[in-house]
């Protein structure tokens, strides 16, 4: 392995270059700079007494290396150091917090450039200067130095920050600004410690190839779905929580009932299918994703991106999932003609639009709970806990009429357990914090929602959350003696609850250290490595179309699609009608923040820009 190598900036006396190297392996390599010259530094007897130290060590030293220019100060083959400090930035005597945010913004700019793609970017600030909620007190944000958006301005996430202890560093004496006698203040002072982050742009929506027969479709990814179809989150090989939690909650089950896993293929279905027209899934349906195939003649080889979906897989999700009226009929023949017949489809708003198909096959056995998980999507509104995309179990049991209620009381009771062991695994043992599951009965006197009281995001108080829900139903034409029940789990908010993810867009990160956190076998908190992001507020007016009826469902999905899904709020804060045109205006707030990704001001500055000729292209709306 290379010694690591580390770049220390901003020194003033070297008393934390001297200090640090004396903690360090013969292996680390140790480069520290300072803005003044050799013959300023010289006149220190401190400085001149540290110097003599670190050459004693062989430390390279350098002199006039300005920290917003480090490309300027080393050649390509000398850079990719692996961890970078800058202890107490400061522009000196009466600078504002404007010129010091500038200093930070240019430094992290600097840093992008001479850093390895793993490094460490270390920053100490003294105390409250940083702005972030680990400051106490903490200062408000515009008399702060914003130090994760300047960070942000260089492509760097905030991923720890902890107390700045001069001990761990013996030896280490603070200067003031160009080394003056007076020292910074380092009680309570933070040491920042940033990593990089991946861009922000560079997410489009890839094109998916299907064949049918001897001709090729294809059709792109919806907008607001980008980087969410086909990533096999509960196959085999993978190790996300969403699969471990699955299949925890299955063997759990499996404990108490036989079990029957089915196949989940890929998730489109044919618009018309008579298996998921159906009364109680009508409303699923209305906030479906819909998408047109479009027949593609290209060579299937030279395809560059994208997903290939092979024949078989494709034919076999309707033939398995769709009702044929004329049973003799060869199915997936009338299949692929009835898909070459049309171009809508559409993709799953839930796994319950598979249970007619399930319950009527010739292989259903009541008795068994049959088992179906895979992905869904459904348009929704822009809420802290609601996903336009999440990952469903879906459980399935039938049995005799007569014994409705010991069946419906053994399988909540097994339910019930099964969640609270899950949900309370992360805690310490005698804590007086945990979760609690309850089934709400519904007043249509058939149905409930399982609901959470959960205190796994770090407050105090509970949330309520919905899970998922219980349903009973007597419908099938096939078993006419028997009774059944669609058990629905959402995987991705019960892994949340599980962990203690806040953020449900973490699932679907593709940045590597989200899944190193989770180690098989073992349930431990989820600690965020992107700490304290900062929130962008935008708002929005606009005046509506007389002769159209706004639809709010497809304002917040277009607000997820052109901001790659960092709008986290949506607020509705006013409307007005004009005295003499009566024509209506309405005014909302956008709240902008990621969870894995640097984001700037100006980056959401050009998004909400492109939002505005969206809304109006899409929507028919006129922006104010």
């Known amino acids: 392995m290379a010694p690591r190598r580390l770049l220390l900036v901003g020194e003033g006396n070297f008393s934390f270059a001297a200090a640090l190297s004396e903690t360090l392996d013969s292996s680390t390599r140790v480069t520290a700079t300072c803005l003044r010259r050799s013959a300023d530094v010289a006149g220190n007897p401190v400085a001149r007494e540290n110097l003599r130290r670190l050459l004693e060590r062989g430390t390279e030293v350098r002199f006039g290396v300005d920290c917003t220019q480090l490309a300027d100060a080393f050649k390509p083959q000398h850079r990719e150091f692996d961890r970078i400090y800058f202890n107490f930035p400061h522009c000196g005597r009466k600078a504002g917090v404007a010129k010091n945010r500038e200093l930070l913004a240019k430094f992290f700019q600097s840093c992008k450039d001479v850093l390895a793609d793993e490094g460490e970017v270390h920053v100490a600030l003294c105390r409250g200067q940083g702005g972030t909620p680990a400051d106490k007190p903490r200062r408000e944000w515009h008399n702060s130095w914003q130090v994760v958006a300047m960070a942000a301005l260089g492509g760097f996430i905030l991923s720890d920050v902890h107390p700045f202890g001069c001990e761990a560093v013996p030896g280490y004496k603070c200067t003031g600004y160009r080394s003056q006698d007076k020292p910074f203040h380092v009680e309570g002072a933070l040491n920042h410690i940033f990593t990089r982050s991946l861009p922000f742009e560079g997410s489009q929506p890839r094109i998916f190839r299907i064949k049918l027969g001897d001709r090729w479709f294809s059709f792109p990814e919806p907008e607001a779905l980008v980087g969410k179809l086909n990533r096999g989150f509960l196959e085999a090989p993978s190790c996300h929580p969403v699969k471990t939690i699955n299949e925890k909650l299955i063997a759990e089950l499996g404990k108490a009932f036989p079990l029957k896993r089915l196949k989940c293929s890929f998730p489109l279905l044919p618009e018309g299918s008579p298996s998921v027209l159906t009364s109680w899934n009508c409303d699923r349906l209305s906030a479906a994703f819909w998408i047109s195939l479009c027949e593609d003649n290209s060579n299937s080889e030279s395809l560059t991106s994208g997903t290939t979906q092979d024949i078989e897989d494709f034919l076999e999700l309707f033939s398995e999932f769709s009702l044929l009226k004329d049973s003799g009929r060869d199915s997936k023949q009338e299949t692929h003609e009835e898909i070459c017949g049309q171009t809508k489809v559409f993709l799953r708003p839930s796994l319950l639009v598979h249970v007619q198909a399930v319950i009527q096959a010739p292989d259903f056995l009541p008795g068994s709970v049959h088992v179906l998980s895979g992905p869904v ?149 989820f600690k965020s490595y992107s700490l304290y992001p900062p929130c962008y507020v935008h708002d929005i007016s606009f005046w509506l179309d007389e002769k159209k009826e706004f639809d709010e469902l497809e304002f917040h999905t277009v607000a997820r699609a052109v901001s790659q899904d960092t709008v986290i709020s949506i607020q509705f804060l006013s409307s007005f009608q004009h005295p003499e045109t009566q024509q209506v205006s309405l005014c909302y707030r956008l709240t902008y923040q990621t969870c894995d990704k640097a984001l700037t001001q100006q980056q959401v500055a050009s998004v909400q820009s492109q939002f505005r000729k969206e809304i109006q292209q899409r929507l028919h709306v006129t922006p104010r």
């Open 377 to 525: 999507f459904r348009k929704c509104r822009i809420l802290p806990f609601t996903m336009p995309a999440f990952h469903e179990t879906l459980f399935i049991l039938g049995f005799n009429k007569n014994l409705k209620d010991s069946y419906l009381q053994s399988l909540l009771d097994h339910l019930k357990d099964t969640f609270d062991s899950l949900l309370n695994q992360t805690w310490l043992e005698g804590s007086k914090l945990s979760s609690s599951v309850e089934f709400v009965f519904q007043p249509n006197g058939n149905d409930y929602i399982i609901n959470v009281k959960s205190h796994n995001f770090g407050s105090d108080c509970a949330k309520d959350l919905i899970i998922g829900s219980v349903t009973t139903s007597a419908t099938s034409i096939v078993h006419r003696d028997q009774c059944f029940m669609f058990v629905s789990v959402n995987l991705d908010l019960l892994a949340m609850l599980v962990w203690g993810i806040s953020d449900w867009r973490m699932l679907w990160t593709f940045d590597h250290r989200f899944l190193k956190h989770f180690v098989p076998g073992k349930i431990e908190s």
